[in-house]
């Protein structure tokens, strides 16, 4: 079983549309929980982290569920902007700063 | 403030040549790592260092080595170049342990092995 896991997607939506992503992660320690993005050829930039209360920002909203090890991702009115591949991140051990990568969710926005 | 510079951007090697890709970061970042990207496989660690001196292996260290002499300055270097060996390099850097911080990418390295 992979460390952290993501449906590929793609997940084909309207402008205008809410979104949600979930990922899995297999390690029950781990600490810290990020969503990155990363646009076609480009390299991945953080997006937000994953507090354990969830937190927002704008029209981006994470929540974390340790008891089902998952996070999820939810977009509210979706731009054409906001197509691009979401990566789950997770600190798997608590040692040092490894961070271990989800395959990615990829997300197109349509108009 | 450039960030993380990673140089070449594109690169051709032939079966056998070795090669250095270069990373370097200007935030003072104690911690910094290489990951190879490849379809269908996410992001995978190579080395990573938590300070100058101090390297280890990561999930796919093999054919690859890396050195730290300076906070800044961090390159990979493939040993002798294998076809499997073509991937998207990213070289990364992060403040603090923990793994409580984001990492801040490189606009990465396509290295293409013929």
């Known amino acids: 079983r992979k460390e952290v896991e993501q449906d590929p997607g793609p997940f084909n939506v309207p402008e205008g549309a809410t979104v949600a992503f979930n990922c899995t992660y297999s390690?029950?320690?781990?600490?810290?929980f990020f969503w990155y993005r990363q646009d076609c050829r480009k390299e991945p930039k953080l997006l937000m982290s994953v507090y354990s209360s969830g937190n927002e920002d704008g029209r981006f909203t994470a929540q974390l569920n340790r008891a089902s090890q998952y996070i999820s991702l939810l977009i509210r009115d979706s731009k054409l902007s906001d197509s691009a591949t979401y990566l789950c991140v997770v600190n798997p051990h608590n040692a040092g700063n490894m961070l271990t990568f989800g395959g990615g969710t990829r997300l197109m926005v349509k108009p | 403030n450039a960030g993380v510079t990673q140089t070449p951007k594109f690169q051709v090697l032939k079966t056998g040549q070795s090669m250095t890709l270069q990373c370097a970061q200007d935030m003072n970042h104690e911690y910094m790592s290489w990951y190879r990207q490849d379809p269908g496989m996410g992001l995978r660690l190579i080395h990573y260092?938590?300070?100058?001196?101090?390297?280890d292996q990561g999930e796919v260290p093999n054919g690859y080595n890396v050195s730290r002499s300076t906070t800044e300055d961090f390159p990979l270097r493939l040993l002798s170049a294998a076809p499997s060996q073509t991937s998207v390099y990213f070289c990364a850097s992060s403040q603090g342990t923990g793994g409580s911080y984001g990492y801040t990418f490189g606009s990465g390295t396509r290295l293409t092995v013929v």
């Open positions: 390690n029950s320690a781990s600490q810290s």
């Open positions: 260092s938590v300070g100058a001196g101090i390297t």
